[in-house]
C-alpha cells in the first residue's frame, strides 16, 4: 500500500517555464490537498478537493491551477513559475468520518525557480 | 485574527530529558488539534490528535499531548527524548471541526537533540 506519492521528488525551473506536480492516492480518499512548506512559515493551504471534478481555493492559491478529473489523482500546475514559488509542496489526502479529518501526506516535492 | 502559534522555534534537549513543546491557537470556538512530525526530508506523520472527551492524549512514539481549554493550548510532551526524536515538530488545528477545508498549521518548532 503506496498511500500518497508525488512526483517528480525534485524539478529545477526557470522563470516562466510551467510544469504540473502530480499526487496519487490509493487509499480511495475523498479529500485531497496541496500545500506548500517555506522556512519559518509552516505549511500553507494552496488548493484543496472534496471529490472528483471538485476544486477550491485554499490560503495561497495565486499563481497555481489544480485539477481533479480522477478520485485518485490531484494535479498542481504552474503556468508561468516565479522564484518565489521556489518551495517544498505536500500534497495529502484524507477521508471523511463524522468529527474527523486526517491527513495523510506524501513525500514532497522541491521546486526551485532560477 | 485566527491563528495556531508555536513560540519555540528551536528547542534543544539532551537525550534522555523529557520535552515539552508548546502550541496555543485562537479561535472562538475549540478547534480540533493535531501534533504532527517530519523527519528531515520526509513528509508529515500524524502524532496525535484531539477532538473532544479526555484532555490528555496519548501518541505514537511515546507522545502526548494535554488540551487545556482555559489556556488554548495543546502542548506536546515527552518524557525521555530519543536521538531519533529530532525532527520539525507542527502542530495543527482543524477549524471546521471535521470539514474538508484542510488544517492550519503552525510554523513549527526544530527539535534539537544533544548527546
Known amino acids: 500500500n503506496a498511500g500518497v506519492t508525488q512526483t517528480p521528488k525534485f524539478r529545477v525551473l526557470k522563470t516562466g517555464q510551467s510544469m504540473t506536480l502530480l499526487c496519487a492516492q490509493d487509499m480511495n480518499h475523498e479529500y485531497m490537498y496541496w500545500y506548500r512548506q517555506d522556512p519559518g512559515m509552516g505549511l500553507r493551504l494552496i488548493h484543496y478537493?472534496?471529490?472528483?471534478?471538485?476544486?477550491a481555493k485554499g490560503e495561497v492559491p495565486d499563481g497555481y491551477n489544480v485539477s481533479r478529473l480522477k478520485k485518485q489523482n490531484f494535479l498542481l500546475g504552474l503556468e508561468s513559475a516565479a522564484p518565489s514559488q521556489t518551495s517544498v509542496y505536500f500534497c495529502?489526502?484524507?477521508?471523511?468520518?463524522?468529527?474527523?479529518?486526517?491527513?495523510?501526506f506524501g513525500a514532497g516535492s522541491r521546486l526551485t525557480v532560477l | 485574527a485566527q491563528s495556531v502559534t508555536q513560540p519555540d522555534i528551536h528547542i534543544t534537549v539532551s537525550e534522555g530529558a523529557s520535552l515539552e513543546l508548546r502550541c496555543n491557537y485562537s479561535?472562538?470556538?475549540?478547534?480540533?488539534l493535531f501534533w504532527y512530525v517530519q523527519s528531515p526530508g520526509q513528509g508529515l506523520q500524524l502524532l496525535l490528535k484531539y477532538f473532544s472527551g479526555d484532555t490528555l492524549v496519548q501518541g505514537i512514539k511515546g507522545f502526548e499531548a494535554e488540551f487545556k481549554r482555559s489556556q488554548s493550548s495543546f502542548n506536546l510532551r515527552k518524557p525521555s527524548v530519543h536521538w531519533s526524536d529530532a525532527a520539525e515538530y507542527f502542530c495543527a488545528v482543524d477549524k471546521s471541526r471535521g470539514g474538508a477545508d484542510g488544517l492550519t498549521f503552525g510554523k513549527g518548532t526544530h527539535l534539537i537533540i544533544q548527546p
Open positions: 495529502a489526502s484524507s477521508y471523511f468520518t463524522p468529527g474527523a479529518n486526517v491527513l495523510t
Open positions: 479561535y472562538g470556538a475549540t478547534p480540533y
Open positions: 478537493s472534496v471529490g472528483e471534478g471538485t476544486t
